[in-house]
């Protein structure tokens, strides 16, 4: 696959039979759809209030240049999450899947980090996700 911001081929990263597509030169990471549920089901957080905030979120009007989906090649819409709307992401309105820039999965994970209750699976799996997928130094 290629990234839809760099335009450079993306590797795989597989972690407990998901496997999420990531670009090693901007540090994004693209979900298929139905990925980001199998992650965050594999640590036992609740998916249907975040997944809904994500795929119901309206469109937003911001200076980002819209991105392509790698699947369908259509624009993709923006959208905010988060109560304090902190995390931009891409959605692809077909439903291929959710494109995160660099450093936006780990700021998911926070979030979702303060709204569930913390166990050991949970620490496993976002534990992974904030190590591989964590903001790059600047």
Same mark, same amino acid.
């Not at 609740?46 to 994500?54: N, Q, Y």
């Given at each position: 696959m290629i990234c839809p911001v760099c335009r450079h081929p993306m590797i795989i990263v597989e972690y407990k039979k998901t496997e999420l597509d990531y670009c090693p030169n901007c540090h994004g990471v693209w979900f298929d759809k139905g990925e980001l549920e199998l992650l965050l089901e594999s640590a036992g957080? /609740?998916?249907?209030?975040?997944? /809904?905030?994500?795929t119901k979120s309206p469109s937003i009007v911001n200076m980002e240049r819209k991105r392509k989906c790698p699947i369908c090649g259509k624009k993709m819409k923006k959208t905010r999450v988060g109560e304090k709307e902190n995390v931009l992401l891409d959605v692809c309105e077909q439903g291929d899947g959710l494109w995160f820039d660099g450093g936006e999965v780990d700021q998911l994970v926070k979030i979702i980090e303060d709204k569930s209750h913390q166990n050991k699976e949970h620490y496993h799996v976002f534990n992974f996700m904030k190590e591989v997928f964590q903001a790059p130094a600047r």
């Open positions: 957080a /609740g998916t249907s209030k975040v997944m /809904g905030e994500i």
